[in-house]
């Protein structure tokens, strides 16, 4: 699925089932939500913090897949909402990167 299906694909969703979009201050604030929830899944699997004695660990990276996966939806229904094109932007921010960063991180002594 390319991002402009994707952006499509949720917007279908969204007349068929999510009957409207929140306004974008409330998706803003859902997707900081959903980012903190990463980023709880991330501390637990790769950091420094463990899961309660209630939590169960072994379902762990399934639950990470899907709340990256609700970030990316949330992400898609502010893009739509506020008319940016995902595909154009994403392709934009690459070359901004590259020209920035073209010879930054080969030179990073940190990453040899």
């Given at each position: 699925m390319t991002l402009?299906e ?12 999510g ?25 637990r699997l790769?950091?420094?913090?463990s899961?309660k004695?209630t939590?169960?660990?072994?379902t762990a990276?399934n639950?990470?897949a899907?709340?990256?996966s609700?970030?990316l939806?949330?992400l ?5 909402q ?5 595909t154009?932007?994403?392709i934009?921010?690459?070359e901004k990167?590259?020209?920035?960063d073209?010879?930054?991180h ?5 990453l040899?």
């Amino acid at each position: 699925m390319t991002l402009q299906e994707a952006q499509t694909t949720v917007d279908d969703w969204i007349k068929k089932v999510g009957v409207r979009y929140f306004n974008e201050l409330t998706n803003t604030a859902v997707l900081m939500e959903e980012v903190g929830e990463v980023a709880r899944l991330m501390a637990r699997l790769y950091g420094e913090q463990s899961f309660k004695s209630t939590e169960k660990a072994a379902t762990a990276k399934n639950d990470l897949a899907d709340e990256m996966s609700d970030v990316l939806f949330v992400l898609i229904c502010l893009a739509n909402q506020t008319g940016v094109n995902l595909t154009e932007a994403f392709i934009q921010n690459l070359e901004k990167k590259t020209r920035r960063d073209s010879e930054r991180h080969s030179a990073n002594e940190k990453l040899k």
